[in-house]
């Protein structure tokens, strides 16, 4: 089945600094998603995007399906971007979202 | 609701017990799925229906686990006879299209403790 990594598994950031996640994917897909999960375990949707790039806010994402990879982009980040930040692909022979092992961000004032 | 609703939000079982974990998902929605997430790790996939059909549980780690949608709406998923290996979050998610090709959208989830 399809593969899912990400990088790098742990980040630490002083507040205002900026980010960037990567997700490796190893075969083609049709989705991919980036969620965060909270301290309290909510995976919160932050961007539906199998291919192209997307802003909202302080975060952006790119994802070249050709080259299968996915980047998030976090700016000016704050506190309240703490957690773990989870990738997910689905594929065109399979009828569920897989993760990746997730990159762990902790941000401190 | 506006999202997925799961139910109850922590559950303790003694070994052996049987436990039912409830979800609502979004209303429309043609998709829904059930993963296990263990601590540390990301979420499994354990079952996928579409509608009522239960397409795919590929993933369902054992015959002590079953799930239904017997209306195309709410899902129950079922662990007999717990055992303390089964302790873990069991997230719910709905899509509006079939299979994985649209936007899931995940509840709160459910934390199994089995003592």
């Known amino acids: 089945g399809i593969q899912v990594e990400q990088s790098p598994p742990d980040l630490i950031l002083q507040e205002g600094a900026n980010s960037t996640l990567r997700c490796n994917f190893s075969d083609s897909v049709n989705n991919l998603q980036w969620f965060h999960q909270n301290p309290w375990g909510q995976l919160i949707n932050l961007f539906y995007?199998?291919?192209g790039t997307k802003q909202n806010g302080r975060l952006s994402a790119t994802t070249v399906a050709t080259e299968r990879y996915s980047l998030l982009y976090i700016s000016s980040s704050q506190t309240t971007d703490s957690g773990v930040y989870f990738c997910?692909?689905?594929?065109?022979?399979?009828?569920?979202?897989?993760f990746g092992t997730g990159t762990r961000l902790q941000v401190f004032p | 609701g506006a999202g997925v609703s799961q139910s109850p939000r922590y559950k303790v079982a003694k070994r052996g017990q049987d436990v039912a974990l409830r979800c609502d998902p979004i209303?429309?929605?043609?998709?829904l799925f059930w993963y296990q997430q263990a601590l540390g790790q990301g979420p499994e996939f354990l079952t996928y229906?579409?509608?009522?059909?239960?397409?795919?549980k590929s993933g369902l780690p054992s015959d002590r686990f079953f799930a239904e949608r017997p209306e195309g709406s709410v899902s129950t998923l079922k662990i007999q006879r717990t055992q303390q290996e089964d302790s873990a979050v069991y997230l719910c998610a709905s899509s509006f299209g079939q299979g994985s090709n649209t936007e899931a959208f995940f509840g709160q989830g459910t934390r199994l403790t089995v003592v």
């Open positions: 229906f579409q509608n009522e059909a239960q397409l795919d």
């Open positions: 995007i199998p291919s």
């Open positions: 209303s429309g929605h043609v998709s």
């Open positions: 997910a692909v689905g594929s065109y022979n399979t009828d569920k979202l897989i």
